[in-house]
């Protein structure tokens, strides 16, 4: 059995005590952290190898951006792929006690205006999800992907569709997009697999507090597997209690299960 976490942190410095206890309370075998915000000499690896995580593998950028993958099992780090093509420090791969690969990748935001020509990040999110296409048509072991990947892409993953279909996170032409990726290598949304749509199922709460009140949530973070491992997957569950913690990620954890 191992158990693999995912939790954009939004600054894995800052918020290293709500981590800490995730960890104490939850104990997943591996975490995939993004948004960490910090160069890798920067990481604080030894506040989580007292925690019994010593295993690490660190893709670091100076304040923004960047991902980290801990273990309490050995990694073998595989590659880190700059599918934003500009340097940004967005994903990791490792191969988890040799029996699991593992890639951990924060798919950028968008910006606010859903249209290529008047808003370059926009496009740049839509050239990053192609990138990861032609690179999951080349698949040939079975893989689990993790992370906030800022597209919620079914009507039901979001507080309110009609409201949100034209805002950047939920347009067609991103849940298009993501679709291709998917259809490359037939992959499992096992946040779907064991929590069927339209089931609730919110990742991501905005700061502003009438947003929780209202529960105005977006499922943003996901965790998908190759159908050969979606299979050996035995459970998956939102940690949403960790968005009412002192000082907390904007994010809740994911954490999945399988019997490997």
């Given at each position: 059995m191992i158990s693999v976490a995912t939790w954009?942190?939004?600054?894995?410095?800052?918020?290293?005590?709500?981590?800490?206890?995730?960890?104490?309370?939850?104990?997943?075998?591996?975490?995939?952290?993004?948004?960490?915000k910090c160069r890798e000499e920067?990481?604080?690896?030894?506040?989580?190898?007292?925690?019994?995580?010593?295993?690490?593998?660190?893709?670091?950028?100076?304040?923004?951006?960047?991902?980290?993958?801990?273990?309490?099992?050995?990694?073998?780090?595989?590659?880190?792929?700059?599918?934003?093509?500009?340097?940004?420090?967005r994903h990791v791969g490792v191969e988890v006690a040799g029996k699991l690969i593992l890639e951990n990748v924060y798919i950028p935001a968008g910006?606010?205006?859903?249209?290529?020509?008047?808003?370059?990040?926009f496009g740049q999110k839509l050239d990053f999800l192609e990138r990861m296409t032609r690179w999951a048509d080349t698949?040939?072991?079975?893989?689990?992907?993790?992370?906030?990947?800022?597209?919620?892409p079914l009507d039901c993953d979001v507080y309110d569709h009609k409201a949100l279909v034209k805002v950047v996170?939920?347009?067609?032409q991103e849940v298009e997009t993501l679709a291709r990726f998917r259809d490359a290598h037939g992959w499992v949304d096992l946040g779907r697999e064991h929590i069927p749509a339209p089931g609730r199922n919110y990742s991501w709460w905005s700061y502003r507090s009438w947003w929780r009140q209202k529960d105005q949530g977006r499922r943003l973070d996901h965790a998908w597997a190759s159908p050969e491992l979606a299979r050996q997957a035995t459970g998956h569950r939102v940690v949403e209690e960790t968005r009412h913690w002192d000082q907390p990620s904007d994010h809740v954890p994911l954490i999945t299960e399988f019997d490997l």
């Open positions: 954009n942190i939004n600054s894995v410095r800052l918020r290293m005590p709500q981590v800490e206890r995730f960890l104490r309370e939850q104990a997943p075998d591996v975490l995939c952290l993004q948004e960490i920067q990481f604080p690896y030894e506040a989580f190898a007292a925690l019994g995580y010593g295993h690490s593998a660190v893709h670091g950028q100076k304040g923004y951006h960047g991902v980290a993958t801990v273990s309490r099992l050995p990694l073998r780090e595989l590659g880190r792929h700059d599918w934003q093509d500009n340097g940004e420090a910006g606010d205006i859903p249209d290529r020509s008047a808003n370059p990040k698949l040939d072991r079975p893989t689990l992907i993790v992370g906030d990947f800022n597209i919620a996170s939920h347009t067609p």
